[in-house]
């Protein structure tokens, strides 16, 4: 089983950045597939970047893509996203994702942190 606390959210103004880390523990995440989703108010929960247990292939929603960046530190056990040039829409709780890359119904969440973009 994996544990997921995700870290760094905070209000910041339209164009700024954000890093967003999520910390692993309980189990090593180098077996994971790992994502980060966001669900604003009132919508649902959207895949926003994902990269695979090796970290050689990511994806991103068209809506940040060459605005965001997902990262993995394995031996950390540790994901990243790296947030630049940030709109009010990108204003949302972000959740860090776990799922195993062969048994696809092992999957973990965190607890979410809050981004909020507004001047």
């Known amino acids: 089983q994996v544990q997921l606390v995700e870290s760094g959210g905070g209000l910041v103004q339209p164009g700024g950045s954000l890093k967003l880390s999520c910390a692993g523990s309980?189990?090593?995440?180098?077996?994971?597939?790992m994502s980060w989703h966001r669900q604003a108010p009132g919508k649902e929960r959207e895949l926003v970047a994902s990269?695979?247990?090796?970290?050689?292939?990511?994806n991103y929603a068209d809506s940040v893509k060459g605005r965001f960046t997902i990262s993995r530190d394995n031996a950390k056990n540790m994901v990243y996203l790296q947030m630049n040039n940030l709109k009010p829409e990108d204003t949302a709780v972000y959740y860090c994702?776990?799922?195993?890359?062969?048994?696809?119904?092992?999957?973990?969440w965190g607890q979410g942190t809050q981004v909020t973009v507004s001047s």
């Open positions: 994702n776990a799922r195993h890359w062969s048994l696809r119904n092992l999957s973990y």
């Open positions: 309980g189990s090593a995440i180098n077996m994971y597939d």
């Open positions: 990269i695979v247990i090796a970290g050689g292939s990511t």
